[in-house]
């Protein structure tokens, strides 16, 4: 069983920077598919960016201004959000999600970031 807790968000001026950090504790480090989604209000959550060691993928709305990491442990994954937008407002939620059975997806509790003047 993985437990994730977020943190990083708040209020921040558009073309600011927040970068959002997502613990791990729990279970193995490896084996994971480990991503960032949004749900801003009214919306449906969505995958902002997703990463393993071999592989990033990014949102359109998320290319060229995020960034994810994880460290060496592999015990915390970042997401490093620059030029930021109204549109980027949400509740950020880290998953890890296993890529062998039983395919089992961890969530953290979310943390919300805010884009505003």
């Known amino acids: 069983q993985v437990q994730l807790v977020e943190s990083g968000g708040g209020l921040v001026q558009p073309g600011g920077s927040l970068r959002l950090s997502c613990q791990a504790s729990?279970?193995?480090?490896?084996?994971?598919?480990k991503s960032w989604y949004r749900q801003a209000p009214g919306k449906e959550r969505e995958l902002v960016a997703s990463?393993?060691?071999?592989?990033?993928n990014y949102a359109d709305s998320a290319k060229g201004r995020f960034s994810i990491s994880e460290n060496n442990a592999g015990n915390t994954v970042y997401l490093e959000m620059n030029a930021l937008k109204s549109e980027d407002t949400a509740v950020y939620y880290c998953?890890?999600?296993?890529?062998?059975?039983?395919?089992?997806?961890?969530w953290g509790q979310g943390t919300q970031v805010t884009v505003s003047s």
């Open positions: 729990g279970g193995t480090r490896t084996g994971y598919v």
């Open positions: 998953k890890f999600k296993m890529t062998a059975f039983p395919y089992d997806a961890y």
């Open positions: 990463y393993t060691p071999n592989k990033i």
